[in-house]
């Protein structure tokens, strides 16, 4: 995926979202750090370009709600959360760059849990990669993209990395 | 740079670099405390103890609550309801909590060392919740992220610690870190409760109205009346005509200053009412900021990667041999 895929593909999940829910009424974006956050920012924009309205927009840092900290090799850095706002009785959009397992998206929605009691979530993520190990899918897929197990997904960010780009990085290359 | 430390004894040899992650790591935990569910999972299934041998108020509610507010179960005894009364020593008592397979032990003890001397026999984290006159780390780091927080920045700052310095155990540990992190430290107190070897440390008077002039931050100390056990001074009264805090003497330092205290505070002792009440003490945001350093404590010593488990450096220092001596209680015996 270049970066004219990448920006098409977010122009499209930014229709879908509002088609999907009708407007922007109690809508409200949830970046989990540290790249569905640069998601959320470009999706807010669109739909700020498309409606002309600035929803509210909150970072998830899921790192105190993993399942795995003990087992992995380094203790990710905590950057914190911040949702400046009640979540009870929205529609929370959840954004995040690559869907994999859903071990994520599991840790997400407990934190989201912690903060009230939403009218419900939905999922946007930009690469779909496959190989779920829970009952998790996403509302609005960027791009599916079929993977194996042994290879990775690199999303490149303008904010985090300098360019936008998906490359798929094969096992060897880990 | 991952944080490597093993156990959390003093601040003295813990780098800026660790003094760093610990502050930010706690600024995010902020945030945690102010949610309606004060709560997150991180540390599910693990177990604080909390071994206090001497009185607390703050410190010990404040692990057991930042603890809790990890999903940590945390379990605490004092010394006057423990076995302790029938005799039984430091290392005994600790052995045997430490077989109950806890995986923090937060210990506050009356003997300088004691937390080291733990730390070299058993297996889990030891926490230093203030040892004797030696260091009370996790007050240091709350006072640093409250002045963080409040001046934007640590290095460069001029910081007035007041009062005994002799006996305290928070100004060890908040010189260790000050210094480290670059700010400039000024001790005040009678010259019988500023240790020659206090020099090295920074600047020494025993003038207050001198010696906050121009400070950003004024640290203000208990006066220890428990560990007065020689004559530092002639009388509590003289005492606090020459070093209680008062506006008059703030009104030498900067405009924007702030005064700290750790508690517990003897008013109008070493402190005026109207000064630990007045719009520049930051007193009670220091006790809300000690919930936030000690999840990010617990958080940084206990929830270990398995990485790290194995290539963790021991931050121990050595123990001095005297303190190790004097580590176990000292108590009557009775009969059992």
């Known amino acids: 995926m270049d970066a004219q895929a990448v920006e098409r593909a977010l122009t499209r999940v930014a229709h879908e979202v509002l088609e999907h829910n009708k407007g922007t009424d109690g809508l409200v974006l949830v970046g989990i750090r540290s790249r569905g956050v640069y998601i959320a920012e470009r999706l807010r924009n669109k739909i700020r370009a498309i409606e002309g309205v600035e929803l509210p927009m909150g970072i998830m840092d899921i790192t105190l709600y993993r399942d795995d900290l003990s087992r992995s090799k380094q203790r990710p850095e905590v950057k914190g959360t911040q949702i400046p706002f009640a979540v009870d009785d929205k529609r929370v959009v959840l954004v995040d ?7 994520t998206i599991r840790a997400a929605l407990d934190a989201l849990m912690d903060f009230g009691r939403p009218l419900n979530v939905q999922l946007v993520v930009l690469v779909d990669r496959g190989h779920r190990e829970l009952p998790i899918r996403a509302d609005y897929v960027g791009k599916n993209l079929p993977t194996a197990v042994s290879e990775s997904v690199h999303v490149r960010l303008q904010e985090s ?10 096992a060897e290359e880990r | 740079m991952p944080f490597t430390h093993r156990h959390l004894l003093g601040l003295e040899h813990v780098s800026s670099d660790d003094l760093i992650h610990l502050l930010d790591t706690a600024t995010s935990f902020q945030e945690i405390s102010e949610r309606e569910i004060k709560k997150v999972p991180t540390l599910r ?4 103890v909390g071994l206090f041998y001497e009185a607390s108020t703050r410190t010990r509610t404040s692990f057991e609550i930042a603890a809790k507010r990890m999903s940590a179960d945390f379990v605490s005894l004092s010394a006057s309801t423990s076995s302790a009364t029938k005799g039984e020593t430091l ?29 070299a026999h058993l297996d889990c984290a030891i926490v230093n919740a203030g040892d ?10 709350l006072d640093l992220l409250t002045i963080r927080e409040r001046k934007g920045r640590l290095a460069e700052l001029t910081v007035a610690i007041v009062g005994d310095i002799l006996h305290s155990r928070v100004a060890r540990s908040n010189v260790f870190a000050l210094r480290t992190l670059g700010a400039r430290v000024r001790l005040v107190g009678p010259p019988t409760l500023l240790a020659p070897e206090l020099r090295d440390w920074g600047e020494v008077t025993s003038d207050l109205e ?25 009388t509590v009264d003289e005492y606090s005509r020459y070093f209680c805090l008062t506006e008059r003497a703030v009104a030498r330092a900067k405009s924007d200053v702030i005064i700290m205290h750790p508690g517990p505070i003897n008013r109008g002792v070493e402190i005026a009412s109207d000064v630990a009440d007045g719009p520049y003490s930051v007193i009670m945001d220091q006790v809300t900021n000690g919930i936030a350093v000690r999840m990010a404590v617990l958080y940084l010593l206990i929830n270990r990667s398995r990485a790290e488990a194995e290539g963790a450096t021991d931050s121990a220092a050595p123990v001095p041999a005297a303190e190790v001596e004097a580590a176990p209680t000292r108590l009557r015996r009775k009969a059992g």
Do not use: W, Y
């Open chain 2, 210 to 234: 001198e010696g906050v002039r121009d400070a950003d931050v004024i640290m203000m100390l208990r006066l220890q009346l428990e560990r007065q056990g020689k004559n530092f001074f002639p």
């Open chain 1, 161 to 170: 990395d300098g360019c936008d780009e998906v490359v798929i990085a094969r």
């Open chain 2, 132 to 141: 004797g006159a030696h260091e009370h780390p996790t007050q240091a780091l």
């Open chain 2, 45 to 48: 299934g693990k177990t604080v």
């Open chain 2, 91 to 119: 290392l005994d008592t600790a052995r045997n909590l430490a077989a109950m397979r806890p995986d923090a032990i937060i210990l506050r003890h009356g003997s300088s060392g004691a937390p080291h001397f733990l730390a």
């Open chain 1, 97 to 103: 760059d690559v869907l994999f397992t859903g071990r």
